[in-house]
């Protein structure tokens, strides 16, 4: 038996790790694979809806402007009557759940945390980041994993080194629960 509750559930794969291991790529993936089933899902990789720079400096790269236009654009999907979403983003602290969640009402959250080894995640940004931000990310990227290890937030664990991106996306379908191939 379905109540209200039950049809305005979202569910919420959010994708997280440090820079390198391979968030957005695992999303568009996912993406890709529930497209071929016809599973109605958004995509958001919250970088995006706020990358720039404000007049007011921002020490948490534009996270309040992130939720603001996350709860826009969600509300559009859901409008639509989208209840899946994969989110992609570094989460830096226990607050970065609460807010980004807070933006999506009815939302059951799954966390994931893409791992890929250190040498990897070098040799991926290195690829990746043609311009000034490549230095930045390598510099950062290890600090970031090791503050996200000691936050010690409950979710799955996925590796993400040396496997088929399809196998790794599947994986993480599995594990969250969700419809996969």
């Known amino acids: ?7 305005s559930r979202v569910e919420v794969l959010f994708l ?3 820079p390198g291991a391979g968030k957005t790529a695992v999303a568009k993936e996912i993406g890709e694979l529930l497209w071929k089933i016809r599973e109605p899902h958004a995509l958001i990789d919250i970088d995006e809806l706020c990358r720039g ?14 939720v603001a236009n996350l709860k826009a654009v969600w509300a559009n999907f859901y409008a639509a009557g989208v209840r899946r979403l994969i989110l992609a983003r570094i989460v830096e602290s226990p607050d970065d759940l609460d807010l980004f969640g807070g933006a999506i009402p009815n939302a059951r959250i799954t966390v994931c945390f893409i791992h890929a080894p250190a040498e990897t995640i070098q040799q991926r940004i290195t690829e990746r980041e043609a311009g000034s931000a490549r230095h930045f990310l390598l510099s950062v990227s290890p600090r970031i994993a090791e503050r996200m290890a000691a936050l010690n937030l409950p979710g799955i664990h996925v590796d993400n080194d040396q496997r088929p991106l399809n196998e790794v996306a599947q994986e993480v379908l599995e594990r969250a629960g969700w419809p996969g191939l």
């Not at 038996?1 to 049809?7: F, Y």
């Not at 720079?53 to 992130?66: E, Q």
Request: glycine share 4%.
């Open 53 to 66: 720079v404000l007049p007011t400096k921002s020490p948490d790269f534009n996270r309040s402007l992130a």
């Open 16 to 18: 997280t790790g440090q």
């Open 1 to 7: 038996m379905s109540d209200e509750s039950d049809d």
